[in-house]
């Protein structure tokens, strides 16, 4: 009997002495969160994030595939027969592609940050983005380019009947040559030799535009709001300045500069 | 009354707001009334406003949106979008800036560009909201009555959160809208790396549409309405957020010509915060900002270097000198226990008055400092391109004010024709740097009676001297380095036959440190490193 009460005692004090640690043991701060669950949902920003970077992969890799073909020693010359094969070969690399207009534009800016694409060639650049435009399923294409740093060259080569493409911004030289029937729309300044042997369809440059201004032209017009600063030796087709005709006619000769 | 039932929602909701957004430090909102900048006849209320943290939230527009949603969801959802403009963007003042800057260089026009950052940042944050958490920002702006902006922004929403929220393509009028949302729902708007170029893209894709509605804003004579979301300037931030985001924005351009325009264009909120240049720290009212001095400022600020003390003469340790009465408060062991008559009791204790004495180096200080620095023509102009030099000295400035010494200036070139700004010692700052950011292009000769009279025969002064060492009377600068025995700290720039000739001329006098800077860029990092070690060796 005392023994048992000797027992009751101790298993008393025993309790007691487990409740007194249990009320000094340190409390978990993060104890809060144990059933806390991280809440992320997949939102549609998330795939469309991914599939434009997947298709900017493939025209960074067409890209890098012209350049190791056409400009192995990063040297290239503006030739007929090279702009020839580098434009066949671009528009093989790109009809292997799926992309918008969107796109294109993405990949304007994207050739200008080295630490996606090493190396801005313009002119086989030109190419390459010629060859996007004229192969993308979009009718009408706008690119903005107007906070681009580099002026891209030869861009709307071969711009097919059917195709507008609107540039915001400048653009540099040899601008829609060879131009197929197509509507270019450059909302700002083209250089030298633009619309060079174009055959059909129609140049709009709002601003100014540079020397040798529609060299061996087929055929098409070229459209100035601003001033053309020389012809060059014009086939055929027609070219005004400021609403102007001022090819064909005797206003402007070819090779003299105003 | 009713003010207080949506203060006490707010008290009832926030823990739970806290927690979704892992504890961050922000005071419990309150509501208020917000002051709206924008015409009184708008429809929409502000819904919230953050100032220096403290966030706000509008009854009038908690009310207005009762109708359509519980206040319950009002608060919360405002309270998510509030608090995630701290957790994720733009967290911090120097993003903020950084933003901007990105969009100004699209937009080219500061209206729109903080406009765009606006946007931009809204619609990070609600986008991080969506993902991340459980939250009523949907059902918010679904509710929301919408401009033409605010329209295609809530379109964006819709497509890229993949949620209904009311908006109808008839409504969008039309395919450039469709066009306008196909490429601002590409933007990676989560990758906060990519935020520079990911917000210059969503400005070149909504700078058509926000010209247009400033064009139109501009012909109804109005302004634009304020954001129901809050708008975004100055007020967000804490003066030390603030200060801490112009150093770091300067730090990460090191660029004078673009911290001066973003300085510009903030000029009037800074003025507001009180960044004049007279007064303490760079603050002050009434004065134009001069951001050339502020961007040296904040630059200097992000580097730090320690001065070793020297045993000056002047100092001593302090001793009782006089007794003065007792009052509750003094300190006790001031208490000098032979005139109190053992008692503490006031107007019966005394207690000792110390004084400093002229000991003989008892005690270390920092001796005052004469700057001079080359501003001739080979030196760069610091007010068009940053200049190390003045970056140099401005860091050696900060390093003796801190430590309670005063700074003079001798900014020359050509010094006898008159190519000089002298300032004497002084610890005010603005004065120091706006001596320092002085150019005077032409030729490089020093009036040695200038610094003479400037030290005026104090040997507890340490002397400071940046130039490329093209100067024409070199021999009378060494001539006169070579009588005096201040600490002498020479950086020159670039090798050449005068500084080599100086070198040599200089080589055994040890209390005369040269430091040869190859790359002007090394400068900060050369001249504090190589001074760090002057400073701290034993002379």
């Not at chain 1, 994030?49 to 056409?70: H, N």
């Not at chain 1, 250089?191 to 201004?213: D, E, P, Q, Y």
Request: charged share 30%; proline share 4%.
């Amino acid at each position: 009997m005392i023994h048992e009460k000797k027992m009751n005692e101790i298993t008393k004090k025993v309790l007691q002495n487990q409740t007194k640690k249990e009320s000094l043991a340190v409390k978990n701060p993060f104890g809060e969160f144990d059933n806390f669950q991280f809440k992320k949902v997949e939102i549609p920003l998330d795939k469309i994030v991914q599939d434009t970077e997947v298709v900017m992969d493939k025209i960074r890799i067409g890209y890098e595939k012209l350049l190791e073909e056409e400009a192995k020693e990063l040297v290239w010359m503006v030739q007929y027969n090279t702009i020839i094969k580098a434009y066949e070969l671009a528009e093989k690399y790109v009809k292997e592609i799926d992309y918008t207009a969107e796109d294109i534009e993405d990949f304007c800016f994207a050739l200008e940050n080295t630490q996606r694409i090493p190396y801005l060639i313009p002119g086989p650049a030109g190419i390459y983005i010629s060859a996007l435009c004229n192969c993308v399923k979009d009718e009408e294409i706008k690119l903005k380019l107007s906070e681009l740093k580099t002026e891209i060259n030869l861009i709307g080569f071969r711009l097919p009947k059917g195709k507008r493409l609107v540039i915001e911004g400048d653009t540099g030289d040899f601008t829609g040559i060879g131009l197929e029937g197509g509507e270019l729309v450059v909302e700002g300044n083209a250089k030298n030799w633009t619309g060079a042997g174009m055959r059909s369809g129609k140049i709009l440059v709002k601003k100014n535009i540079g020397l040798h201004t529609g060299e061996w032209m087929m055929g098409g017009e070229i459209y100035v709001g601003g001033r053309v600063r020389g012809l060059g030796n014009i086939v055929e087709g027609k070219i005004f300045e400021r609403d102007k005709l001022i090819y064909p006619g005797k206003v402007r000769y070819p090779n003299l500069y105003y | 009354m009713e003010q207080r039932n949506l203060q006490f929602i707010i008290e009832e909701i926030w823990p739970k707001v806290k927690k979704k957004h892992l504890y961050p430090e922000i005071p419990i909102p309150k509501v208020g009334k917000i002051e709206e900048n924008a015409q009184k006849d708008q429809e929409q209320a502000v819904g919230i406003e953050i100032k220096q943290k403290q966030i706000t939230i509008n009854p009038a527009f908690v009310y207005q949106m009762k109708d359509k949603m519980r206040e319950e969801q009002v608060i919360e959802a405002l309270l998510d979008h509030g608090v995630a403009h701290y957790t994720f963007c733009p967290w911090d003042f120097q993003t903020h800036l950084l933003l901007y800057a990105e969009a100004k260089r699209v937009v080219n026009d500061k209206e729109l560009a903080k406009q765009v950052a606006g946007y931009f940042m809204d619609v990070i944050t609600d986008t991080y909201c969506v993902k991340t958490k459980s939250t009523e920002i949907p059902q918010l702006h679904r509710n929301l009555k919408k401009s033409k902006v605010e329209e295609v922004i809530a379109s964006l929403y819709q497509k890229i959160w993949g949620i209904d929220l009311g908006i109808s393509n008839e409504s969008n009028t039309g395919s450039r809208h469709d066009e306008i949302v196909r490429r601002l729902a590409r933007i990676p708007y989560l990758d906060r790396s990519r935020w520079p170029e990911s917000i210059q893209k969503f400005a070149r894709s909504i700078k058509s549409l926000l010209t247009y509605e400033k064009e139109e804003e501009g012909k109804r004579g109005g302004n634009r309405g304020s954001n129901p979301q809050g708008d975004h300037n100055l007020d967000n931030y804490s003066f030390e957020e603030i200060d801490q985001g112009l150093r770091d924005y300067a730090k990460r351009t090191m660029a004078v010509s673009e911290f001066r325009d973003i300085v510009e264009d903030f000029s009037e909120e800074l003025k507001e915060m009180g960044y004049g240049m007279e007064g303490g720290m760079g603050r002050g009212r009434g004065n134009p900002i001069d951001a050339d001095i502020l961007f040296y400022m904040k630059l200097a600020e992000t580097y730090s270097i320690p001065i070793k003390k020297v045993k000056t003469e002047e100092k001593g340790s302090l001793h009782p000198h006089s007794h003065s009465p007792w009052e509750i408060g003094s300190p006790f062991q001031d208490v000098d226990p032979w005139t109190s008559f053992g008692k503490i009791m006031p107007g019966i204790t005394q207690i000792w008055k110390k004084k400093e004495g002229k000991g003989r180096g008892k005690l270390e200080g920092t001796p005052d400092c004469l700057i001079a620095i080359d501003s001739s023509g080979s030196m760069i102009n610091p007010r068009k391109s940053l200049s190390y030099a003045v970056l140099g000295a401005a860091c050696a400035t900060n390093a003796y004010l801190r430590n309670d010494s005063k700074v003079a200036v001798y900014n020359f070139s050509d010094a006898p024709m008159g190519g000089k700004d002298i300032l004497n010692f002084t610890n005010k700052k603005e004065d120091i740097y706006r001596t320092l950011c002085k150019y005077f292009g032409g030729g490089t000769a020093l009036d040695l009676e200038d610094i003479m009279s400037l030290m005026n025969g104090r040997k507890n002064v340490d002397l400071f001297i940046i130039t490329d060492m093209k100067i024409t009377n070199l021999e009378a600068l060494i001539g006169f380095l070579s009588q005096i025995q201040n600490r002498i700290t020479v950086v020159h720039i670039g090798e050449n036959p005068y500084a080599s000739r100086f070198e040599k001329a200089v080589e055994k006098k040890k209390n005369i440190s040269i430091f040869t800077v190859k790359r002007k860029e090394d400068i900060p990092h050369i001249v504090l490193g190589s001074i760090r070690e002057y400073w701290n060796s034993n002379l």
